[in-house]
Nanobody
Framework: QVRLVESGGGSVQAGGSLRLSCAAS????????MGWFRQAPGKEREGVAG???????TYADSVKGRFTISQDNAKSTLYLQMNSLKPEDTAMYYC?????????????????WGQGTQVTVSS
């Protein structure tokens, strides 16, 4: 059974930091692109950052220079370090596994989703 379990969300003030983790199990982790999406109330789910099968990392323009995605293949765990958080970063954050070779950040390409972890940034 495939499981993606996020942790690390919470409430912080603007300028603060959070680190999200996603523990994956039930499939061959290294065969999938891994990434993070987020969805704010009333908005569409959007790709935040992803790592493709060649290790190439892609960020959404809105988080470049502030967020860092990484992974530990030995632990089948994905991370998202979020610094200089802004109120507009407030959303539910989802871990995702995509069997495509390249990470395009499209929700429709995702094979597996985590349950999400809430990030709230206050001004």
């Amino acid at each position: 059974q495939v499981r993606l379990v996020e942790s690390g969300g919470g409430s912080v003030q603007a300028g603060g930091s959070l680190r999200l983790s996603c523990a994956a199990s039930g499939y061959t982790y290294s065969n999938y692109c891994m990434g993070w999406f987020r969805q704010a109330p009333g908005k569409e789910r959007e790709g935040v950052a992803g790592i493709d099968l060649d290790g190439i990392i892609t960020y959404a323009d809105s988080v470049k220079g502030r967020f860092t995605i990484s992974q530990d293949n030995a632990k089948s765990t994905l991370y998202l370090q979020m610094n200089s958080l802004k109120p507009e970063d407030t959303a539910m954050y989802y871990c995702a596994a995509d069997s495509s070779r390249l990470w395009l950040g499209h929700p429709k390409l995702v094979d597996y989703w985590g349950q999400g972890t809430q990030v709230t940034v206050s001004s």
